[in-house]
């Protein structure tokens, strides 16, 4: 498919006998116009990226997985695309495609330049969203929540008493996450004094289970979704972010629950960093 625009430029289905580009590619390979147009697309997309174009003529990489980073593609981030979309699953590109423009969509709402930053897509932009109370956009804020009747009830309560909801809220919540913070604080220290007093032998691999404790207050702090802003798929892995061959601990501050695709970006992540120290301390 990679070699359909060259095949084009010298006309060499008109030298096999068919009448356009198109035909040839129907009846020799069963493609469509689609699928050719989309080739033809990307090769014009590519013009002045030589390496994601070698990739296209190449064919080492699918036209599906290239046409997936297109859309972010620029000439600063082309190598490490490249080597995204030679090592990762299409399912993990689709969602670091995803990641990237979600960045840039916050670039937009903050200011900041996130298009030469993070080209790994992992990503965790802020958006502080301001809505007007009474209008349309808080309404359906407000309708995503899922109060029960009893909850709405008393907070109608507190309101009509000239209580600020605001304020009651606010404090409830920085009072949940400085006890989460809390929590977390004492079981890395309970796990770094077990750690002291049982020193990991040289011949004993550590223990990849997390305990439950940890695993009870990271999903009390997350909840059951992937972590990754805008990332609404369930939790399927609790990443280290601290790579654990090294910490060979479960300190909850450095556990983060992914989703399988997050998880793999999270992991290629890793990989790339541990090859980067090992070139620097040759």
Request: proline fraction near 4%.
């Amino acid at each position: 498919m990679g070699l359909l625009p060259e095949i084009s430029k010298r006309k060499i289905y008109e030298k096999k006998g068919f009448s356009s580009i198109y035909e040839f590619s129907f009846k020799l390979a069963g493609l469509s116009e689609d699928q050719v147009r989309r080739v033809f697309n990307l090769e014009k997309r590519f013009n002045e990226m030589p390496i994601l174009k070698n990739l296209l003529s190449s064919g080492e990489v699918s036209v599906s997985k290239l046409a997936r980073v297109a859309s972010i593609a620029t000439l600063k981030n082309q190598e490490s695309l490249a080597e995204v979309v030679k090592t990762l699953p299409r399912s993990a590109v689709e969602t670091l495609v995803k990641d990237e423009k979600f960045a840039l969509n916050c670039a937009k709402f903050d200011g900041k330049d996130f298009a030469n930053s993070n080209q790994n897509g992992l990503f965790k932009p802020q958006i502080e969203v301001k809505s007007v109370p009474g209008t349309v956009a808080s309404l359906l804020e407000l309708s995503k929540l899922n109060l029960n009747s009893a909850v709405t009830a008393r907070l109608l309560e507190l309101q009509n008493k000239g209580i600020d909801l605001n304020q009651v809220l606010t404090e409830l919540l920085d009072r949940r996450e400085e006890e989460i913070q809390q929590e977390k604080a004492k079981i890395a220290e309970e796990i770094e004094q077990n750690q002291a007093r049982q020193p990991v032998a040289q011949s004993t691999k550590p223990s990849r289970y997390i305990p439950a404790r940890v695993r009870k207050i990271i999903q009390k702090e997350h909840g059951t979704k992937c972590s990754i802003p805008n990332c609404n798929k369930p939790a399927e892995q609790l990443h280290h972010t601290q790579i654990f061959a090294l910490s060979h601990a479960h300190n909850p501050a450095y556990l983060a629950p992914l989703c399988k695709n997050h998880h793999t970006l999270a992991h290629s992540v890793n990989i790339k960093v541990q090859e980067e120290r090992e070139k620097s301390r040759v």
